[in-house]
């Protein structure tokens, strides 16, 4: 019913940026919060940065002032643009959207299949 294309991984040297973007489609008639999570190998999946519908946001102490999200309520969609990137920030990243309300009013919590981000040294 409701599906999240990602956008944007790819292979960048240290210092380098990235834009990663994230479209939900399907039978949507609202989303609570979306975000962009991250699993690095043989660690667990942490939030990176998420965003709630009125606009509040939130990040993981490890990208504070380098990474910045952004959505687009009227199209559904949200951007992490990622400056100053590091080795650590190597992962795969997932978008997520929480708490999506259908147009049957089922509520649903939708993950994206996920975009590799290789930062080299």
């Known amino acids: 019913q409701v599906q999240l294309v990602e956008s944007g991984g790819g292979l960048v040297q240290a210092g380098g940026s990235l834009r990663l973007s994230c479209a939900a489609s399907g039978s949507i008639f609202s989303i609570n919060a979306m975000g962009w999570y991250r699993q690095a190998p043989g660690k667990q999946r942490e939030l990176v940065a998420s965003?709630?519908?009125?606009?509040?946001?939130k990040y993981a102490d490890s990208v504070k002032g380098r990474f910045t999200i952004s959505r687009d309520n009227a199209k559904n969609t949200v951007t992490l643009q990622m400056n100053s990137l590091k080795p650590e920030d190597t992962a795969v990243y997932y978008c997520?959207?929480?708490?999506?309300?259908?147009?049957?009013?089922?509520?649903?919590?939708?993950w994206g299949q996920g975009t590799l981000v290789t930062v080299s040294s």
């Open positions: 965003i709630i519908s009125g606009g509040s946001t």
């Open positions: 997520n959207a929480d708490r999506v309300v259908t147009l049957t009013r089922r509520y649903l919590d939708v």
